[in-house]
T-cell receptor, first 114, second 115 residues
Framework: AQKITQTQPGMFVQEKEAVTLDCTYD???????LFWYKQPSSGEMIFLIY??????QNATEGRYSLNFQKARKSANLVISASQLGDSAMYFC???????????FGKGTRLHILP | DGGITQSPKYLFRKEGQNVTLSCEQN?????MYWYRQDPGQGLRLIYY???????QKGDIAEGYSVSREKKESFPLTVTSAQKNPTAFYLC??????????????FGDGTRLSIL
């Protein structure tokens, strides 16, 4: 069965510091994709970054990077040089190629302190 | 502008009443999804559809029903059988193919409350 685990319910980080949000997953499908989304207090879901299970390189998008450790089934999001606007909920999600079902973790609420 | 429109933004339901949440997309996406979000629970998948006239149950389908008569529309009905419907409901769509890299696009959500 698919499962996504985000073990950090909340985090407080000083502005300009880097932050790592943890995500582990469990799947028996060898072909899958991992996504990270940001949800500000307004409720919209903003796509941040994607990593495919066969990708050799870790994904990067601007200040976001994904630390993909396939053997550990880990897909941590790293935000460099955090900004006040990064304060939000962050969700890790996984899609298995066999059925296109996409499930989410419970999220981590990130607070950036000035 | 292309996007996903959910309506209404706020919805109130009386006990024993069915209500339908609308989701329309003009992105020409094949797949559409419904999620429920409760505080501390993240997003839980209710139903999803990859093609017109076909849909699959997600992890919490009980008490809900959907239809996919048109590619651009995927309405969700919250039936009276759903005993705890108060939540934030998010609709999403996604283009299939493309090696699976396409992310979901989300609507702005509907907040459902019980009177």
């Amino acid at each position: 069965a698919q499962k996504i685990t985000q073990t950090q319910p909340g985090m407080f980080v000083q502005e300009k510091e880097a932050v790592t949000l943890d995500c582990t997953y469990d799947t028996s499908d060898p072909s899958y994709g991992l996504f990270w989304y940001k949800q500000p207090s307004s409720g919209e879901m903003i796509f941040l970054i994607y990593q495919g299970s066969y990708d050799q390189q870790n994904a990067t998008e601007g200040r976001y990077s994904l630390n993909f450790q396939k053997a550990r089934k880990s897909a941590n999001l790293v935000i460099s040089a955090s900004q006040l606007g990064d304060s939000a909920m962050y969700f890790c999600a996984m899609r298995e190629d066999r059925d296109d079902k996409i499930i989410f973790g419970k999220g981590t609420r990130l607070h950036i302190l000035p | 502008d292309g996007g996903i429109t959910q309506s209404p933004k706020y919805l109130f339901r009386k006990e024993g009443q069915n209500v339908t949440l609308s989701c329309e997309q003009n992105l020409n996406h094949d797949a559409m999804y419904w999620y429920r979000q409760d505080p501390g629970q993240g997003l839980r998948l209710i139903y999803y559809s990859q093609i017109v006239n076909d849909f699959q149950k997600g992890d919490i389908a009980e008490g809900y029903s959907v239809s996919r008569e048109k590619k651009e529309s995927f309405p969700l009905t919250v039936t009276s059988a759903q005993k705890n419907p108060t939540a934030f409901y998010l609709c999403a769509s996604r283009e299939l193919g493309g090696a699976g890299v396409e992310p979901q696009h989300f609507g702005d959500g509907t907040r459902l409350s019980i009177l």
